[in-house]
Every structure is written in structure tokens, then in C-alpha cells.
């Protein structure tokens, strides 16, 4: 089945910029649509953008728009978040998703498949 790991969180400062990976393995990379979703402590997971499986369109919470880019490789089964000008209230656990059916997107986590294991992301002030 598919299997994600998050690696490249960390402690940034306000206004700095940050960006994580997400490898993929078990399946084929270039037919799932991906995503991220994020968990604020005290808070419910929330999704962050979800990217199209040949990388053509992405899709924005309200709250990053503008400053996050969510971008992936094919080539090298591996997903990423770009994150600028992050702010306190971008605090939160990443988390890497895939969808439970292949060339397809969705913001709703009860259409995740396979979750990562998250990665800490703290934005200091």
C-alpha cells in the first residue's frame, strides 16, 4: 500500500521561508493526486493545497494562498510544500496525503487513503 514519509520541518522565524518533502513509495506516484494537511495544536486537521497527479493544477486553503506552493517531482516519487513569509499561526504537524482512489483530488480529509507521519513545522515571533 502507499506509504508516505515527511522529512524537512523545523523552527523558522516569522517572514522566513521553509520546504518540506514527502516521499512516496508502494503505488504509482504519477497517478495519485496529492495533498497537505496540517494540524494546529489544540485544532483539528485542516487541509492546506492538493496538487493534480501530472503537477498541471493546485489547489490553496485561503489562509496560504499566496505564500505556499505545492509542487511535486514524478521522476523522484517525491511531493513538496514551499512555504514563504510563514507566520505563528502556521505552527503546526504536516501532514503528506494521498487520496483513496487514484487521478484524483480532494480537500475533505474523510477522502484521504494514506497518511504520513507528519512533520513538526514551528514558526517562532
Known amino acids: 500500500q502507499v506509504h508516505l514519509v515527511e522529512s524537512g520541518g523545523g523552527l523558522v522565524q516569522a517572514g522566513d521561508s521553509l520546504t518540506i518533502s514527502c516521499a512516496f513509495s508502494g503505488g504509482t506516484f504519477s497517478s495519485y493526486g496529492m495533498g497537505w494537511f496540517r494540524q494546529a495544536p489544540g485544532k483539528e486537521r485542516s487541509y492546506v493545497a492538493v496538487?493534480?497527479?501530472?503537477?498541471?493544477?493546485?489547489y490553496y486553503a485561503d489562509s496560504v494562498r499566496g505564500r505556499f506552493t505545492i509542487f511535486r517531482n514524478n521522476s523522484e516519487n517525491t511531493l513538496y510544500l514551499q512555504m514563504n513569509d510563514v507566520r505563528a499561526e502556521d505552527t503546526a504537524v504536516y501532514y503528506c496525503?494521498?487520496?483513496?482512489?487514484?487521478?484524483?483530488?480532494?480537500?475533505?480529509?474523510?477522502?484521504?487513503?494514506?497518511w504520513g507521519q507528519g512533520t513538526q513545522v514551528t514558526v517562532s515571533t
Open positions: 496538487i493534480h497527479w501530472n503537477g498541471d493544477r493546485a
Open positions: 496525503v494521498a487520496p483513496k482512489r487514484t487521478f484524483y483530488v480532494s480537500s475533505r480529509p474523510d477522502e484521504v487513503g494514506s
